[in-house]
T-cell receptor, first 112, second 113 residues
Framework: SQQGEEDPQALSIQEGENATMNCSYK?????LQWYRQNSGRGLVHLIL?????REKHSGRLRVTLDTSKKSSSLLITASRAADTASYFC????????????FGAGTRLFVKA | ETGVTQTPRHLVMGMTNKKSLKCEQH?????MYWYKQSAKKPLELMFV???????ENNSVPSRFSPECPNSSHLFLHLHTLQPEDSALYLC????????????FGPGTRLTVL
């Protein structure tokens, strides 16, 4: 398995429900980031959580980080059809430099 | 609009062609990246430039040749590509010394015949 693996691979929910996506990683990180990608487009940065932070909020997004378990979760509350997209976690390694490793992503489908 | 533009948006080329992808960022960032995104595979980092100096090169075949003439522009020169090189090529930029959020362009959808 690789650094930055999302779970589940795909998720289908009804509008108004909450969506939870998980990310696991292997090596020491400086921070973990979540991105969103609409089909065939560029990625959009959602939120960054540093290794010394445990939880962060941004609007309807809530991110947690557990460095002891090397895992993170992204919660989208009160989902909307417009939230339909792929969501990626990305880990910025603690070795310095510019290397950020992306996972394979979770495809979220929100039914109206 | 993220402040990062890429041209062309779509490109179809034969295996013997030579083409270039262009990326421009209007954010005043000092680092620029090329990524390859293939179907059902994680985003693959290809190259990173910081202050116009290449700082990451992830074992990319020599048929891909990057160029960073200044901190706002990044090119990816392509020659004698293979069909398996067909993918979405994404450019990104970031500020600071690394670790920071990246701003992505819309990508170039490349098809190699």
């Amino acid at each position: 398995s690789q650094q930055g693996e999302e779970d589940p691979q795909a998720l289908s929910i009804q509008e108004g429900e909450n969506a939870t996506m998980n990310c696991s990683y292997k090596t020491s990180i400086n921070n973990l980031q979540w991105y969103r990608q609409n089909s065939g487009r560029g990625l959009v940065h959602l939120i960054l959580i540093r290794s010394n932070e445990r939880e962060k909020h941004s609007g309807r997004l809530r991110v947690t980080l557990d460095t002891s378990k090397k895992s993170s979760s992204l919660l989208i509350t009160a989902s909307r059809a417009a939230d339909t997209a792929s969501y990626f976690c990305a880990t910025a390694l603690n070795t310095g430099g510019f290397k950020t490793i992306f996972g394979a992503g979770t495809r979220l489908f929100v039914k109206a | 609009e993220t402040g990062v533009t890429q041209t062309p948006r779509h490109l179809v080329m034969g295996m013997t062609n030579k083409k270039s992808l262009k990326c421009e960022q209007h954010l005043g960032h000092n680092a620029m990246y090329w990524y390859k995104q293939s179907a059902k595979k994680p985003l693959e980092l290809m190259f990173v430039y910081s202050l116009e100096e290449r700082v990451e090169n992830n074992s990319v075949p020599s048929r891909f040749s990057p160029e960073c003439p200044n901190s706002s522009h990044l090119f990816l020169h392509l020659h004698t590509l293979q069909p398996e090189d067909s993918a979405l090529y994404l450019c990104a930029s970031s500020g600071g010394k690394g670790y920071n959020e990246q701003f992505f362009g819309p990508g170039t959808r490349l098809t190699v015949l």
